[in-house]
């Protein structure tokens, strides 16, 4: 009994109203991005949008990562933290990298052609170009990607089950690409590569100083490899 004869209070329970709001925002903005990518191509008339109108969709996708940054803002405040002069480095040493292989790599493999009886999937057209806008909308995903970690983990849940929520979450929301590209290895691809990536993503987050440029990376290399190897696996045959 305290002095005032009242009952200790316990524990504060847990506020899930954090992680409700930051979930309910993080699949509003995830899908409401994605629906206006295809409308706003429909109304332009791009084939491709990426390549079409690089410029236009990089603004585009800023301006979704502005909005997700200031409505997530108290959530991602509790990324582990970096020396603002260390993040400075790695981050323009991974701008350097990012754009070396753009400028430079991409044009040095082979022409493609594609041969199957389906409709290839959009990134199979991707030129250099559409790197730029892919890049701004992997930032806005990492950004909602890291506001839900960091609410979830505000809750004091364990790592693992951090790590399974969000590789279910995140690997789970690719299958909707089959709604857009009929093709079950490539959705299935996808899936598994997000679901890998949504597992790993907490920890560094969370227990690596830097983990939000990290994390980043990893995502911007995966598609950095996948065009790699859809120039090596359809490239045009050379001339006898």
Known sequence: MSPTGAAPSGPAAPDYRQVLTTAALVAGLWSLSSVGYYALSGAIGAHVGYNDAPVLFAAYYAAWSALAALLMRTPLGLLAAQPPRSLALGGLALAAAMLAYVVLALPLLPQ????????P????????????????????QQILIAALVTSIAGLGVPMWK??????LLFGG??????????????????????A??????????????????????LHWAYYALDILLIHLAFAVPAAM
């Open 112 to 119: 493609t052609a594609w041969t199957r009886d389906n409709t």
């Open 121 to 140: 999937v959009e990134f199979f057209w991707a030129t250099q170009w559409y790197f730029l806008p892919k890049t701004v909308e992997i930032a806005f």
């Open 196 to 217: 890998l990536f949504g597992a790993l993503v907490p920890w560094l987050l969370l227990r690596v100083a830097g983990g939000f440029l990290i994390t980043f990376a």
């Open 173 to 194: 929301f690719h299958l909707t690409l089959g709604l857009a590209y009929p093709n079950p290895f490539y959705v299935a691809r996808y899936t598994a590569a997000a």
């Open 162 to 167: 951090i790590a399974l929520t969000v590789a």
